[in-house]
């Protein structure tokens, strides 16, 4: 690195040089990856974290907040975490908290995790009124403060809480599944400072008054913050079971996303039946039970390259970083046929920045199809590759892979374009009652009765 030269370092810029270090030395340089990141212990050797949740139960029972917890009409499932601890994951009655990257740029992502949950006739609500994390703004910017996080944070719950009202539902009746890995991140690392902090809950505490959006005066606290992956490992046997496309000879390599695992680890699913219980356990677990082989590769512990702050301001580091840390590796050492990835900026990442190592020349292009679990989950089950999994939006190859997995692409396609035909028309399918999309707010129309 250049001298500081009276310059801010910022971490990324034109402060670094390359270090020129031969293969061999760079090899030892980061040597210590493959013989500690493994190893479940390099997390649990620390300094044992506070579980959040003693903390939480503690402050419900002085009359500091109030709890959404999980319930029994939620049919919960018990999970292990990194340390041991039992997480409660709901697999009913489901508030979507969707992701403005996945909608935006990825939109076969949350439509292929609604499919599923249409298949094993799972009670959920998609709703519009929620509103982005904001965590991006924070991570990307430093525009954003703890405040502004906490309170959408606990304004997007609230709504959660309160949504089943328009069904004649009692408060509580569904739960937040959040789709994104940085709003869980996010979200998880908020209620972490929250229940910390008397003087934030009492700055928030303010602001959500004002909102209309306390519980008999309180915050609301939900019991567990859940992710999609999350849902998807316990359900894993019931969406196995409907396989319906052979996908044993599918080598796939899996990219944990640093927001679903690193960010407040003692949160994150370990079980001891996948990976020895070294490496988190969402995904790699439902990719295996559908019948895929997972394969190893030695920079699987890497960031996608995304980072959020050099996204922006250093995009070309972002860019050779995915295609030579993460897809050529995982295409040279795993010969891997497809990336499966759970959070929407490592997909987006890896997916839409592949044309980049043409830069390199002809020798040096690679190319590897990205996906999210869900949508390699509604593949194998049967799901439509363009109307539901909606590949087309995928900047990387997917032909190959479909072709692999047995399904006639260019007769999918043309059923499609038959189908945007008839959208243009108006008569476009909904996966979804379009009557449930407004709860609250402009254009809400009261609903009757429950609608199944």
Known sequence: MKENCGERLTGHGSEWNDAKLSADDAKTATSWVEARVDKRAMLTQKDRVEDVRDVMWQLEKEGEIAVHRIEEQHKPKMVKTLFGWQKVIPTTQLWHHKSCGQCGNIPGYPTSLLWLQNEMDISYLDETDQTSCTAWNYHGSGIGNIVSLAAVFLRNFHQAYVSGKAQGFDDGHYYPLVHCGTSFGNYKEVRKFLLGSPELREQVRKILDKLGRLVDGKLLIPEEIVHYS??????????????????????ATIHPACHVYKMIPEDAIYDDDILEGNRVAVSTGLIEELGARVMDYSTWYDCCGFGFRHIISEREFTRSYAIDRKIRVAVEEAQSNVMIGHDTGCITTLDKNQWISKAGGP????????????QFAALACGADPYKIAQLHWH?????????KMGIDWEAKKAGFEDYLEEVKQGHGESLYDPRLKITSGPGFKKIAAPVN
């Open 230 to 251: 999350e849902w998807l490992h316990v359900m894993r046997p019931e969406i196995a079971a409907r396989r319906t496309i052979d996908v044993s000879h599918i080598r």
């Open 363 to 374: 020798e040096k292009e690679v190319s590897l199809p990205v996906m999210a679990d869900c």
């Open 395 to 403: 900047a990387s190859p997917v032909e190959d892979l479909m072709e």
